[in-house]
């Protein structure tokens, strides 16, 4: 009996350098080995990492849907785990194929399709939402905390401490005007 | 005197959009985003006005997104 499975391969940059095909084909070779049907594999995206994983900040997203028999799922599981190409994978049980992603994944095998070369350094700076059109920028976590006065000693503010007098907030009179 | 008390603004709830039949999934990350404090930390059902059954589908796809390095678990 077979299961359909959803899995997010994370490539190696480098391997993807040196030729998208190859790197993908990899990947297909490995689930074929174990008896899988491919049904659709496609490039994801291309990222920084939130965290570097085997060494590298960024890699290259494979997704793919394939049927695998239950008795190999072990095996392929390890030998994933054990292949270079493949730094990180996800593997999910899911019910069928998003419409959307046959689609998808047969523009990429047109022949107008281009994968994009990934950047030359293995930098980046990791936003959580990354090659956003132009003109967008994602500010998840930029600092959105008043503490630019962090630094200022513990206790009560006196309005010593304001630089602007104006910047005082307004309300009742403090004690230190009273003292 | 007593110092004056902090004025409490309150949060919205169920401000982040989502159709009903909607599943979350790791690769959302425009969802995913939202529901993440600038630290990285998970935003509580008080603040994301989900029910308990979507917030356990974001618990998911929070943790899934962090294991391939999508999302941080911590900033």
Redesign the interface.
């Known amino acids: 009996m077979t299961h359909l499975f959803e899995g997010m391969f994370l490539i190696d940059n480098d391997r993807v350098r040196a030729g998208w095909a190859d790197a993908k084909g990899t990947v297909l070779a490995l689930l074929e080995k174990h008896g899988a049907t491919v049904h659709t594999a496609r490039r994801w995206d291309e990222r920084a990492l939130a965290y570097p994983v085997k060494g590298k900040r960024r890699a290259t997203f494979l997704l793919a849907y394939y049927d695998v028999p239950n008795e190999s799922l072990a095996n392929l599981e390890r030998d994933i785990q054990l292949s270079e190409a493949v730094m990180r994978h996800l593997q999910l049980s899911v019910a069928e194929v998003p419409a959307a992603e046959r689609e998808l994944a047969l523009a990429e095998q047109g022949p107008e399709f281009v994968v994009p070369e990934p950047p030359a350094d293995d930098q980046g700076l990791y936003r959580p939402l990354q090659n956003l059109p132009e003109g967008e920028e994602d500010d998840t976590f930029e600092d959105q905390d008043d503490d630019m006065d962090m630094d200022r000693p513990r206790g009560r503010r006196r309005d010593d401490d304001y630089l602007d007098m104006d910047d005082r907030p307004s309300g009742p009179k403090s004690r230190v005007e009273s003292r | 005197?007593n110092?004056?008390k902090p004025v409490v603004v309150p949060m919205r709830k169920g401000t982040i959009p989502i159709k009903r039949d909607q599943h979350i999934e790791?690769?959302d990350?425009?969802i995913?985003?939202k529901c993440?404090t600038?630290q990285?930390q998970l935003v509580s059902r008080k603040r994301t006005g989900f029910t308990a059954q979507r917030q356990r589908e974001l618990k998911k796809a929070v943790k899934?997104a962090?294991?391939?390095?999508?999302?941080?678990?911590v900033?």
Not at chain 2, 66 to 73: G, K, N, S, T
Request: net charge positive.
């Open positions: 005197m110092p004056p790791y690769k990350l425009e995913l985003v993440i600038p990285g899934r962090r294991h391939l390095a999508l999302l941080p678990f900033v």
